[in-house]
């Protein structure tokens, strides 16, 4: 479904994804681990559209379609959900109008407020966020853990088929790691295909990955199982660090 | 102005007795990522006039300017007077520009705050104010 | 001069009155002919031709909007008392009946606002809503009638707040005034329902040069809507109309403005409120449309603790020049103003703020803030401020904060990346800017005004 063929991104000129290949089908779990800016984030960005990073060789293919032809929006409605670690306020806007409004965008059909609201209010109790977060303002003020959820929540709203989610977890204590893990359960069964980011290996106690990448300086200098995470897990990133 | 050229204007201003103190500050931003810091702390004191005025003008081709005006008084008599004026022309989309001004007079709460603690009003006060004006060296320091 | 007979009832206040035409232009004799058909005391037209006077004699201002293209002869060549267009619907603009489509708006209502119909429903809201006021003692009618039921008040206030020799606009509508609003509240009472200029029977034909006075007696309150989101398409070049509210001593009064003018009008337009002891003047500005409008809606804090806060939404596109925001000067002590201003503009627009904070000798212990924020989206789009503190009493404090940015690159990759069309997503992140000054609207006009403001971006509205 999501097909990655050596690509390459750049960002302001430097080239800091290098020729990965990726594969990922429905109901497929992959893992991509790697230390602190090894080029995780900017993957999942460049792959989001971001306006910054520009695919400079190989391709990105969704559903069959080249994705660097796609406009982000284009992207998204295609069914490609990429979690932000951080997204930005955006003051005066609710919640449930903004839901409403990306609902709006995926349906021909007009879609009642009122549904928004109810849709809204499941999805909020459902990820531990008070009820009253359809008025709030979207992420104006959130604490970093209400980011997380309220994102999480977002996608349970909207739906995906192709999920990249980038360090859902962080911030996070042990209750919301578990909700990730069914979350994920979830989505696959329902036929998601999911790229888990992550550096913490204490995630994978609750779910078992199809794959697990590792990325170091904007490459993939693995690819293996579980076994490869708990690897990991026990010796860190050191020894798929390049020889000096 | 060339591209990516900065200036940073920092000044202090004592008005006293009947000083009248015109303050005229222009600043063209024409080249991409120019950056402009104005910054103007000033008391007024006995029958003193202080009239700031700052134009900061972003025309087209500035892009990414940046540009900021922060402009404050402290009126410390009754007859002196102040006339702020800092004014934003933006002619290009890809700028940030902020201006920000107070005049008013001394808090009577750090005042009051420093008179607790033993300092006589008046003592209080000239720490005060040097506080105020100390701001402007700061800054430069800094830089 | 030529009479034509009334092809539509005007409403109840007036049963034949001609429709009035005038081929002598920018002259007394216009002036003359205007107080005769109106029947107005000697006082007025004394009044008037006063105003006339300094009009000629009064420059015009040297800062603000261009001005250039006013040709004062062209734009009083006819006077109407209250300005009704009989056009036929198929003459009104497509963009205008694009609008009123989109904002789904019905037919006859539509025909209404277009000028082409004069028969709606509005008589009967009418009727309801003035038994009402009239259990209160509330007065509420047009500047017209006014003038002959209730002299007492327009001799005691008019042109009292804004005199004819204020400005050159405020002259020219001294002389030439014609409807407008004039609302009475007695000591205490509350009016809870708005009071809307739409609900003054064909008051929706914006009057060229409307003149409004509101009297809010000690302890009382009320809120007042001008205008409406639905662009009204007028043949008249040039508006000029002035606004005088006294808000005594503990009273309240809101005003709303939604101007949204055709793009071929020039706005320029004098408000002041005077507020004495406790009161509060509550100024909300909403300007989108016309091709200039120059307004800066202000407060005069002439009692103990008088209060004055003014809101100022500005968009401007293509072509258009918003130069507007807020005044106020603050007599006496405890007194305190906010002014907000929030302003965007797009395709080639430019929105100026423009206010004044003064305080005089004595305000003391005044304050006062002043927070204008502007959107570029463009950069095409221009946008100034000009922001004038004046302080002579040491005891204010008078602060102020403008930014001025462009749209976040990253709220709309965001927004995008959540599947939102780009025209969507830059909607949405503008409709957050204003929405501190659209949240004060009663929901129907805010749910249209934002509405409005989208298409206004998309470029369907000329």
Known sequence: MLLLKNLNITVQEKEIVHDISLEIHPKELHVLMGPNGSGKSSLAMALAGHPHYQITGGLASFLGKDISRLSADERARLGLFTLFQKPPPIPGIPVASFIQTALQARSTKKIAPRTTRSVVASASQRFGLPGTMGDRELFVGFSGGETKRMELAILSVLGAKIAILDEPDSGLDIDGMKLIADEIVKYLQEGLGILFITHNPRMLEYILPNRVHVMIQGAFAQSGDIALARDIEHKGFAPFMPRV | ?143 | MSFTPPTYQYGFWVKDRPYFRSPHGLTKKAVEELSFQKNEPEWMLKKRLEAFDIFFKKDMPEWGADLSGIRFQDIISYLKPTAEQSKRWEDVPEGIKYTFDRLGIPEAERKFLAGVSAQFDSEVVYHKIKKKLEQQGVIFCDTDSAIRNYPEFFQEYFGKLIPAADNKFAALNTAFWSGGSFVYIPQGIHVDIPLQAYFRINARNMGQFERTLIIAEPGSSVHYIEGCTAPVYSQDALHAAVVEIVVKKNARVQYTTIQNWSNDVYNLVTKRAFVEEEGEMLWIDGNLGSKVTMKYPSVFLKGQKARGEILSLAVAGRAQHQDAGGKAIHIAPETSSLITSKSVSHTGGRTSYRGLVRVTPNAKRARSHVQCDALILDKDSRSDTYPTTQTNEASARLSHEATVTKLSDEQLFYLKARGLKEADARSMIVNGFLEPVVKTLPLEYAIELNRLIELQMEGAVG
């Open chain 2, 1 to 143: 102005m060339a591209a990516k050229a900065g200036v940073e204007l920092s000044g202090t201003f004592i008005a006293k007795k009947n000083d009248s103190l015109p303050i005229s500050i222009s600043i063209h931003h024409e080249a991409p990522e120019t950056k402009s810091r104005i910054f103007v702390r000033g008391i007024a004191q006995d029958r003193s006039v202080v009239s700031f005025r700052a134009n900061a003008r972003l025309k087209k081709g500035a892009r990414k300017a940046d540009a900021a005006i922060n402009a404050k008084a402290l009126l410390l008599s009754q007859n002196a007077r102040c006339e702020l004026q800092p004014d934003l022309e933006i002619d290009e989309q890809e700028v940030r520009a902020t201006h920000t001004t107070f005049v008013g007079p001394l808090d009577e709460e750090e005042i009051f705050y420093l008179q607790s603690r033993g300092v006589s009003e008046e003592k209080a006060k000239e720490l005060l104010i040097k506080g105020f004006l100390n701001i402007a060296q700061h800054v430069k320091q800094v830089k």
